[in-house]
């Protein structure tokens, strides 16, 4: 090992997924576990906070343990500990922060406070170094926003959504149409099936970097709705890609602004709706027609896990970001 390397361990529990890593330099991945709870949530049709919590409190060790087991490493082989701070569920999230203070407190190694949406960024760098300036697309089940970067682990929003985030409605949208949680994969699946027969609102189509996805949301579920009661059955294929439709649509056109109006060589894609096929496409093709580099994640890094927070945390160190044993999660916060 080398003297100059800095492997963080990173723990991640936001959400419905527990998850250690081991990253070298915020770049390479040297192990990662993610044990996912969606069988359990998907009884219930999406995530519940108090029984995600007392699943990752069950499960904690024994992530933490199996990684450090398959990176054939011991804790004296860490330099630091990083830790999902938040946005979040707070039950969840406290799982994973007591986990790792607590590291931190027996090893006497640095406590790296990580926000979640900075996680999903540097999931990327993982990929490939992150190259500045950059203009970011935050797809997530929390978020929907541009990030633009011209530097390591500094965050400019130019915009954002104004009410629902897009992996959520994709989510109550598979909902309306009998579709499982999490919802946004069958909706990819089913929407390359289908026409964009129904018509639906464009969600906020304007000048801003803002988005709105509310009123989409419930034009699809009156839409369903309406169908039920003339007793006409509605054709999923038909709705999912009608949804994609319109979605993929505001996306581009509002990306395509900001790439035109931020002198930026390099488009990055986070969050779980980074996983969609229909958006990796015509974002890669809308990067070929403005002459820029597009990177996106690895399908696996899309959705919530600890590498990209153990990537982050490298970044987060340099810039002098740590947190003493007194620090709290939070469930809601802004990315700075
Ligand atoms: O980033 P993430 O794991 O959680 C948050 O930080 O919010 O994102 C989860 C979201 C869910 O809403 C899920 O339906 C969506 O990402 N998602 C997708 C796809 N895979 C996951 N949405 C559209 N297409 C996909 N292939
Ligand atoms: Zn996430």
């Not at 390591?152 to 949680?181: H, M, N, Q, W």
């Amino acid at each position: 090992m080398n003297k100059k390397d800095m492997y963080i361990l990173g723990i991640e529990s936001s959400c419905d997924e527990t998850s250690c890593s081991i990253v070298k330099n915020g770049e390479e991945e040297i192990a990662t576990v993610v044990l996912s709870q969606i069988d359990i949530h998907k009884n219930f049709g999406g995530v519940v906070p108090e029984i995600a919590s007392r699943h990752h409190v069950k499960n904690i060790t024994m992530v933490i343990e199996e990684c450090l087991e398959k990176a054939n490493m011991t804790l004296d082989d860490i330099d630091a500990i990083a830790v999902t701070e938040g946005p979040g569920l707070i039950g969840s999230l406290l799982v994973g922060m007591e986990a790792a203070k607590t590291l931190s407190f027996v090893t006497g190694k640095p406590l790296i406070p990580v926000h979640h949406i900075a996680g999903h960024i540097y999931a990327n760098n993982l990929v490939k170094r992150l190259e500045f300036p950059l203009l970011c697309l935050v797809v997530s089940g929390g978020h929907t926003e541009f990030i633009y970067m011209d530097k390591d682990y500094s965050f400019k929003k130019l915009g954002g959504t104004l009410d629902d985030a897009v992996g959520e409605c994709y989510d109550k949208v598979a909902r309306v149409i009998d579709v499982p949680y999490p919802g946004g994969p069958m909706i990819d699946r089913l929407a390359k099936e289908g026409e964009p027969r129904y018509p639906l609102p464009i969600p906020l189509n304007d000048d801003t970097y803002n988005f709105s996805f509310s009123g989409l949301k419930s034009a699809v579920i009156n839409l369903a709705h309406n169908l039920e009661q003339r007793k006409e059955e509605i054709n999923k294929e038909d709705l999912a890609a009608s949804f994609q439709n319109v979605v993929l649509d505001v996306i581009l056109k509002k990306t395509r602004k900001a790439i035109r109006e931020y002198p930026v060589q390099n488009l990055i894609i986070a969050g779980g709706v980074a996983a969609n096929s229909s958006l990796r496409e015509a974002l890669q093709n809308l990067a070929e027609e403005e002459q820029i580099h597009l990177t996106v994640p690895e399908m696996k890094y899309c959705t919530d896990n600890a590498a990209m927070i153990a990537a982050a945390a490298y970044y987060a160190n340099k810039r002098g970001d740590k947190a003493s044993l007194i620090i709290n999660s939070k469930s809601t916060m802004e990315l700075k």
